[in-house]
């Protein structure tokens, strides 16, 4: 059991046409996908969860916070074949937050980081014997985004956080023992309203071999900052997207194959334009800072939320996205899980018999692909909440 201690993997349908033009191929349809497991009905769930083998095992665990519950941070043992087991929990509660994990102090077990809505930043390093040592460092604001790095080139990982209200971006120094020392915040403070941070995402955008970093906040829009591999950041906002947007979350993948990293936003319009479809943006990045639009194919819902993810979901080499989001426009019918199918050079079709829900679940506040039965597909884990939200994970049939 864990607890804490104060001292923590295609078959084409091939079609066989005898006559003259010979044997003609026609593309391998699509799997569909079904409801496997519900976890934690009833609350809500918020942020994205960690998908990461605790316990060392060879099996992945599942990490995630809900609103409005006692403890917040929840834990589940999975055994491999798709089944997960609740950990008791031991560890305080500082409400819900934004995780990440990495191997923070060098053991080889991955250790996790909850920061809380509430202005707290929980570190708990994982002993691999079922024991945390618990850290809590206190600050103003909440956080809606986190993420473990070393920006510095010091062989430790450092913490970059996304403030809810008036942070922005901070950058921690991490020691390797769990410790964090404020290094820089970006970008500079503005006057006027608060700016809610959104997402985040970290990688190497310029092939410099430094980490650089990606934020969305409402009303700001996107930044862009490019690392210098020793902690320095420079960059600013970048004006890639309409600033009508209203920013949920964001990925990085090279979805047309040409070795830069593309952006993917799920942001709806705002201004009440009721009537636009909306869904996923990609722009496809050329390395340099440049980035150009391949959305073609992906505006299908009324509204999207949050939940995006970025995976091969048919084993046919190219990248699919899955979003979720809203298809009549009616915030009772619920959100749904849409896949759209890439060809590897940014184009997207959604599939349209793919068995993923249409409607009916609770507000998605993230979804994630992973292969938690060794079956070698990846499944699908929403996680949603508002009155009546859950953690569903739904498999390849």
């Not at 020793?230 to 890639?240: L, N, S």
């Not at 073609?296 to 190219?318: F, M, N, P, R, T």
Request: avoid cysteine; proline fraction near 5%.
């Amino acid at each position: 059991m864990f607890g804490v201690r104060k001292r923590w993997r295609v078959v084409a349908a091939v079609g066989l046409v005898a006559g003259r033009a010979g044997l003609l191929q026609f593309p391998p349809s699509p799997p569909t996908y079904s409801k496997a497991l519900t976890l934690g009905p009833g609350m809500e769930w918020r942020f994205q969860p960690l998908v990461v083998d605790l316990n060392r095992d060879g099996h992945l665990d599942l990490v995630a916070a809900a609103r409005l519950v006692k403890p917040a941070l929840h834990m589940w043992l999975g055994d491999g074949t798709g089944a997960f087991t609740p950990i008791e929990a031991t560890w305080a509660d500082i409400g819900y937050g934004a995780l990440a994990t990495g191997d923070i102090n060098g053991d080889v077990f991955p250790d996790i980081v909850l920061a809380s809505h509430f202005g707290r930043v929980q570190t708990l390093l994982n002993d691999g014997h079922g024991g945390f040592t618990q850290k809590i460092l206190w600050k103003k604001d909440g956080y809606v985004a986190a993420h473990l790095a070393d920006v510095n080139g010091d062989g430790h990982l450092d913490l970059i956080l996304v403030g809810f209200a008036k942070a922005g971006i901070e950058v921690y120094f991490g020691d390797g023992t769990g410790n964090w020392t404020i290094h820089t915040t970006l970008p500079e403070t503005r006057p006027g309203p608060i700016m809610p941070g959104r997402a985040l995402v970290v990688a190497d955008l310029n092939h410099d071999g430094h980490l650089d970093l990606v934020a969305a906040f409402q009303r700001w829009g996107i930044y862009i900052y490019y690392g210098d591999g020793r902690g320095g950041f420079t960059g600013g906002p970048v004006a890639i997207s309409p600033a009508s947007q209203e920013f949920q979350s964001l990925a990085l993948a090279d979805v047309n194959q040409d070795g830069h990293p593309d952006l993917l936003i799920n942001a709806p319009l705002g201004g009440g334009a009721r009537d636009q479809l909306n869904g996923p943006d990609v722009y496809l990045g050329d390395g340099r800072g440049g980035w150009t639009n391949s959305s073609a194919g992906l505006k299908s819902l009324k509204s999207v939320s949050a939940g995006l993810a970025v995976g091969d979901l048919d084993h046919d080499a190219d990248l699919d996205i899955v979003a979720a989001g809203n298809v009549t426009g009616d915030v009772e019918d619920g959100d749904g899980l849409f896949w759209f199918r890439g060809d590897g050079k940014g184009g997207w079709r959604l599939v349209q018999e793919s068995g993923l829900p249409t409607s009916g679940l609770s507000r998605v506040h993230s979804v994630t692909l992973a292969d938690v039965d060794h079956d070698g597909f990846p499944e699908l884990i929403a996680l949603s909440g508002s009155q009546n939200g859950s953690i569903t994970i739904w498999k390849r049939r």
